[in-house]
């Protein structure tokens, strides 16, 4: 007796989803999309839509470098010095062109999400910002300071969560001597002032 299928676009991804990744990757895509719709749930989103945003923010991880870059200004998107010379940002542009052409996915809030999904950016719409925060506190995510912290403020306050998140993760970027683009700083500043305010 097969089990009762109550997402047929989810399944359909997730299993074209782990052919594409490494099995750890995979892993991770999967405690985004369970972290997502739970987000989703407390702050008033679609969690089957959280949930299928959160499965493919990472969809364009298989691929190599060259492929991403391709894709990315192959459809046109204005790749920046920063991004040609920090290929690790380049897959949420990615990701949001296979998420399309592969998967299927028109939602423009989806897609949206899965493109800002690494760097964030300034005034985020509710489901970008689930799936920023998801991707940093789901549950295989591991060594992160303050973790525990962040992970109880996504579910109280959302917006404090990300500036955490961002300040995290300039802090680990500066240690270790990455190169930090423009809107990685423009998004923390853009939450600190705003939890300063409320
Ligand atoms: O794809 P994940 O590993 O799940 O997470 P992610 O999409 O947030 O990507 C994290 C990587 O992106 C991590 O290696 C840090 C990097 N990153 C984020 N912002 C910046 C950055 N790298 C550089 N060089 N500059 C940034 O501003
Ligand atoms: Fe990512
Ligand atoms: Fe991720």
Request: with cysteine; proline share 3%.
């Amino acid at each position: 007796m097969g089990s009762i299928v109550i997402d047929e676009q989810y399944e359909k991804c997730r299993k074209l989803l782990r052919e594409s990744l490494s099995h750890k990757r995979y892993m991770h895509s999967l405690g985004v999309a369970d972290t997502a719709a739970c987000l989703a749930m407390r702050y008033g989103y679609d969690p089957r839509k959280a949930r299928l945003a959160g499965l493919l923010h990472d969809c364009a991880k298989g691929l190599d470098q060259k492929e991403m870059y391709e894709k990315v200004a192959g459809a046109g998107i204005e790749i920046s010095v920063m991004e040609r010379d920090n290929p690790e940002l380049l897959h949420a542009k990615a990701g949001s062109l296979v998420a399309r052409e592969k998967y299927d996915i028109e939602d423009e809030e989806i897609l949206s999400s899965i493109y800002w999904h690494t760097t964030g950016k300034p005034g985020m719409t509710l489901l970008e910002e689930i799936i920023f925060i998801a991707d940093y506190i789901e549950p295989n995510r591991s060594t992160i300071p303050s973790l525990d912290e962040i992970r109880a403020t996504a579910f109280t306050d959302i917006d404090k969560a990300v500036a955490m998140a961002c300040r995290n993760s300039i802090e680990y970027l500066k240690r270790d001597s990455k190169q930090i683009d423009r809107i990685t700083v423009d998004t923390y500043e853009y939450y600190d002032d705003r939890i300063r305010r409320s």
